[in-house]
């Protein structure tokens, strides 16, 4: 099983317990290969309805030129309105790393024009560059899982990878050995299977569901139940074309350049600390919620959601949408999954800091924000922690 199937269950269901079931914002996605800049959905509302319209800009030297415009099906959520008053639309939109503002005139017979474009120069994003004033090393935020069309990543990441020579990550890549002595790990317990431990009408919705994914279920039958999920979970979004994330692809090119790759834990703790997650829910409630999770499309949706708060590097929403919603959900699996692990974690960075070697220290983009995150907890051992821009 790869080890990132598991936190990708995990970051879903966090961000998911304060999300609402409708459909996510649709986000802005360039083309790199054409220079197009699509906006799925924008919004257009008069006095008795509102009308939605995805649009094609192309990016020419540095500015936006409108190519096309089109109705299409409402969404709820779109990524910016016209204002019914003016019939314009100023909104922020990212083009490869950079920022643009773009001003947009809605004019009769539903034609669009571009009034004003703006390149506001490199986006912020979820890298620190932390110095005890004499050495530094980087400390990025990372989404365990993307898409595509997510790289590629923002170009600090390049740039800090590019100036270290070493590169550190939650857990790394595990080997045989690795896997096979933390293997009575995944199994429940109780040893009973799945189907002894959930009621009739779950397991037979669990059945269909993994059915229908085109899986096996007897390849998860005794294992814990929230491990289980885990792996389900990681099944169904690379059903979707989902891809490994952040780590992987640093990792694969740290063993290209022969860069040496340094775990902050090992498998086996980290497969023990998801393992005991969801103590409060029963064997029921857990897939319950991981089947109305990936059958309403919320899990994606959440997926999104959180690429888009690390690409942006908006702790604040992690903050307030996730950690604080985790809490109120269960404060000891916070503790364990979170707070208890970056208190782990800081006497490791504190030694890397200590060498005149430039390190890349790459954990979970939820390690971030709060009073229990990194970088507060950093800034408040003396450290300077500033957001690295390239």
């Known amino acids: 099983m790869p080890v990132f199937n598991s936190r990708i269950r995990y970051l879903l269901l966090v961000f998911s317990l304060s999300a609402s079931q409708s459909l996510p914002a649709q986000t802005s996605v360039f083309d790199t290969s054409t220079s197009v800049l699509s906006m799925p959905c924008v919004a257009a509302a008069d006095d008795s309805s509102t009308t939605y319209y995805s649009l094609e800009l192309s990016l020419q030297g540095d500015t936006l030129v409108l190519l096309g415009a089109e109705e299409t099906p409402p969404r709820p959520s779109c990524t910016a309105s016209f204002n019914s008053i003016s019939n314009e639309l100023l909104d922020s939109v990212r ?6 503002r773009l001003l947009l005139r809605l004019g009769e017979d539903n034609q669009f024009s571009v009034l004003e474009t703006e390149n506001l120069g490199l ?11 004499t050495n530094h090393l ?20 390049d740039a800090a990878y590019t100036q270290s020579v070493s590169l550190i990550t939650e ?42 994914e085109n899986g096996h279920l007897a390849n998860v039958e005794f294992w ?24 992987s692809h640093f990792e694969n090119l740290a063993t290209i350049d022969e860069k040496s790759v340094i775990a902050l834990e090992t498998y086996e703790f980290q ?11 029963t064997d029921d409630e857990i897939v319950t919620r991981t089947l109305e999770s990936l059958e309403s499309g919320s899990a994606l949706f959440g997926l999104r959601e959180l690429i888009e708060a690390w690409r942006y590097g908006d702790l604040e929403l992690l903050e307030q949408e996730v950690l604080d919603a985790m809490i109120l959900e269960n404060e000891q699996d916070y503790n364990s999954l979170l707070k208890d692990r970056n208190l782990d974690w800081i006497p490791q960075i504190e030694a890397y800091l200590s060498s005149p070697e430039v390190e890349l220290v790459l954990v979970g983009v939820l390690h971030m924000p709060g009073e229990d995150g990194l970088l507060e907890l950093l800034e408040g051992l003396g450290y300077s922690v500033e957001r690295y821009v390239n």
């Open 224 to 247: 814990r139940t929230n491990l289980a999920m885990n792996d389900l979970t990681g099944f169904y979004l690379s059903n979707r074309g989902i891809i490994a994330g952040v780590e």
């Open 123 to 133: 986006g912020p994003t979820s890298l620190w560059r932390v110095s005890d004033g």
């Open 95 to 100: 083009v490869g790393d950079d920022q643009y």
């Open 138 to 157: 980087f400390l990025g935020g990372t989404v365990h899982a993307l898409e595509s069309s997510d790289f590629p990543l923002p170009s600090s990441y």
């Open 271 to 281: 497969l023990q600390t998801l393992g005991q997650q969801d103590s409060h829910l």
């Open 171 to 212: 857990v790394g890549i595990p080997t045989e050995i690795e896997i096979l002595s933390a293997q009575s790990l995944y199994f429940d317990p109780s040893q009973q299977s799945l189907e002894q431990r959930l009621s009739e009408d779950v397991y037979n919705s669990l059945s269909d569901f993994v059915e229908a």
